[in-house]
T-cell receptor, first 113, second 115 residues
Framework: GESVGLHLPTLSVQEGDNSIINCAYS??????FIWYKQESGKGPQFIID?????DKRQGQRVTVLLNKTVKHLSLQIAATQPGDSAVYFC????????????FGKGTKLTVNP | NAGVMQNPRHLVRRRGQEARLRCSPM?????VYWYRQLPEEGLKFMVY????????ESGMPKERFSAEFPKEGPSILRIQQVVRGDSAAYFC?????????????FGPGTRLLVL
């Protein structure tokens, strides 16, 4: 559903470890999903996207997994670096429908050196 | 290749004043979106515009808020008679296309503080 005003979920990892950030999306009709990274004081930065006809997509050091059965999305970051520290949001959209993105709550990732 | 530009980056207004936020989309992008973000929350859609047209304003408050994207110049989000609850970060995004998963690219945001 829509984000609510709760404290952000947090994930703390050691530099070099792999990170997994999860997202439960709200609309079973959504067929396009995007992960954004937002550093403090900045706008969301596109990381990777995936369409519903896929269940996995890989980028540079990142992998997105989509499980439509349980409406779950995950972002995996390999060999996490201090520069990966940020808040990560998933966003969903319906292709051919409204153009608005619906954002999840966000997860704050902290990478310890 | 410049990204999405927004100005001002920070804006302070007193209650009752007007706030004007500007957004210049990426070169070649003709679709503009405005979102609002409260602290520790995700972004909430406000409005989607193409040149000279408001396509979807389902997220805009019915009063005091308006948006435009003229044929020439930046998109403007205007908030009249601001109240403290309007304090938030306002982000603009642009995309080159719609309907085909046109990725939205975001600007740095304008942080509005209403005193």
């Amino acid at each position: 559903g829509e984000s609510v005003g709760l404290h952000l979920p947090t994930l703390s990892v050691q530099e070099g470890d792999n990170s997994i950030i999860n997202c439960a999306y709200s609309n079973s009709a959504s067929d396009y999903f995007i992960w954004y990274k937002q550093e403090s004081g900045k706008g969301p930065q596109f990381i990777i996207d995936i369409r519903s006809n896929m269940d996995k997509r890989q980028g540079q050091r990142v992998t997105v997994l989509l499980n439509k059965t349980v409406k779950h999305l995950s972002l995996q970051i390999a060999a996490t670096q201090p520069g990966d520290s940020a808040v990560y949001f998933c966003a969903e959209n319906i292709l051919g429908g409204s153009e608005k993105l619906v954002f999840g709550k966000g997860t704050k990732l902290t990478v310890n050196p | 290749n410049a990204g999405v530009m927004q100005n001002p980056r920070h804006l302070v207004r007193r209650r009752g004043q007007e706030a004007r936020l500007r957004c210049s989309p990426m070169k070649g992008h003709s679709h503009v979106y405005w979102y609002r973000q409260l602290p520790e929350e995700g972004l909430k859609f406000m409005v989607y515009l193409q040149k000279e047209n408001i396509i979807d304003e389902s997220g805009m408050p019915k009063e005091r808020f308006s948006a435009e994207f003229p044929k020439e110049g930046p998109s403007i989000l205007r908030i009249q008679q601001v109240v403290r609850g309007d304090s938030a970060a306002y982000f603009c995004a642009s995309s080159p296309q719609t309907g085909g998963g046109g990725t939205q690219y975001f600007g740095p945001g304008t942080r509005l503080l209403v005193l």
